[in-house]
Nanobody
Framework: EVQLQASGGGDVQAGESLTLSCAASGSTSDEYALGWFRQAPGKERRGVSYISSRDGSTYYADSVKGRFAISFDAAKKTVSLQMNSLKPDDTAVYYC?????????????????????????WGQGTQVTVSS
């Protein structure tokens, strides 16, 4: 089983930046995906960004393209999400996610993002609040 420990949420003003980090521990697969989903109040949980350990392929939701950047440290099994130019619409609980095998291989070929069912482990969630 893989455990995920996320950090970095907080309260910011619109236009400011935050960085979320998540460290995976336990028995990770040879190939896996790490990244983030988020759930805003009253809305469905949606993928934000994730990255494949296999080839570095990335996914970004349209709403965050050009503002968010994901990075991965393979040695530390850590993923970071640099969030710039934050907007009130980015307010949500952000969940770190881990997906073994297939998720890592599909990122590069599925442009619309992966269903959350591809992700086997979920972190506890960290709140990001952006005020206008």
């Amino acid at each position: 089983e893989v455990q995920l420990q996320a950090s970095g949420g907080g309260d910011v003003q619109a236009g400011e930046s935050l960085t979320l980090s998540c460290a995976a521990s336990g028995s990770t697969s040879d190939e896996y995906a790490l990244g983030w989903f988020r759930q805003a109040p009253g809305k469905e949980r949606r993928g934000v960004s994730y990255i494949s350990s296999r080839d570095g392929s990335t996914y970004y939701a349209d709403s965050v393209k050009g503002r968010f950047a994901i990075s991965f440290d393979a040695a530390k099994k850590t993923v970071s999400l640099q969030m710039n130019s934050l907007k009130p619409d980015d307010t949500a609980v952000y969940y770190c996610v881990y997906g073994a095998g297939l998720a890592a291989r599909l990122i590069s070929s599925v442009s619309q993002g992966l269903h959350e069912a591809y992700f086997d482990s979920w972190g506890q969630g960290t709140q990001v609040t952006v005020s206008s």
